[in-house]
């Protein structure tokens, strides 16, 4: 499949459409300040502002230059958590763009932390994998461990094969958040994978 590198603007467009349309229930998860939604919403208005700003740059250069206007703009607690995880994709992608054949790095590192799940987690992908490779496969890589280039193909074998379903697509999610500072805030982490589900669906329509 030939790489094409993908709009980011569109891209962010996308999740923050979905949150928009959720943000009634993300405020009534926030058990806090009942304001998650609206944060998130606004939150992700600025990511797109700010990565259409950066069309002729490099995806690295639109992550960085999106995390700073975060933290100019933003004052949560969970735009922090989100202008952190796009300076981890900034590293990521340094000199190059966002393909199909790469974007789960993307997913990992906005909402995981920038680090595979630890072994622990491994069951829970080996299973997932069950259903796209086969029972073999899936074995070797319980056994194996599974690291961030494992988790990569993972995610690019759902998008390409659609075998797995929407459930199996939301697990994927699922393990990447555990792993991270979203894992933490129950509000946080359904937020997060609204916005991961949606990428994964965003991402996975480009390869049909």
Not at 34 to 48: A, L
Not at 202 to 207: D, E, F, I, P
């Amino acid at each position: 499949m030939a790489k094409s590198d993908i709009d980011l603007s569109k891209l962010f467009k996308s999740v923050t459409k979905a949150l928009s349309e959720n943000q009634s229930s993300l405020n009534e998860a926030d058990s806090y300040n009942s304001n998650h939604g609206d944060n998130m919403v606004d939150i992700f208005n600025t990511i797109t502002k700010a990565v259409g700003k950066k069309k002729k740059s490099d995806a690295g250069t639109a992550f960085a230059y999106a995390s700073q206007a975060l933290k100019k703009k933003h004052t949560s607690g969970s735009s922090q958590v989100y202008a952190d995880g796009l300076s981890r994709a900034a590293e990521a992608f340094k000199s190059k763009q966002v393909t199909q054949e790469n974007a789960f790095e993307l997913i990992q590192s906005l909402l995981g932390g920038g680090a595979a799940p630890a072994q622990s987690g491994g069951d829970i992908l080996g299973t997932l994998l069950s259903g796209l490779a086969g029972e073999q496969q899936a074995a070797q890589a319980s056994g194996e461990g599974l690291d961030l280039g494992d988790l990569i193909s993972t995610g690019m074998a759902f998008l390409q094969a659609q075998q797995g379903g929407e459930g199996a697509i939301e697990s994927l999610i699922q393990a990447v958040i555990s792993g991270g500072a979203l894992g933490g805030s129950s509000h946080r982490a359904k937020s997060g994978q609204l916005i991961g589900n949606t990428l994964m669906k965003v991402l996975g329509a480009l390869g049909r």
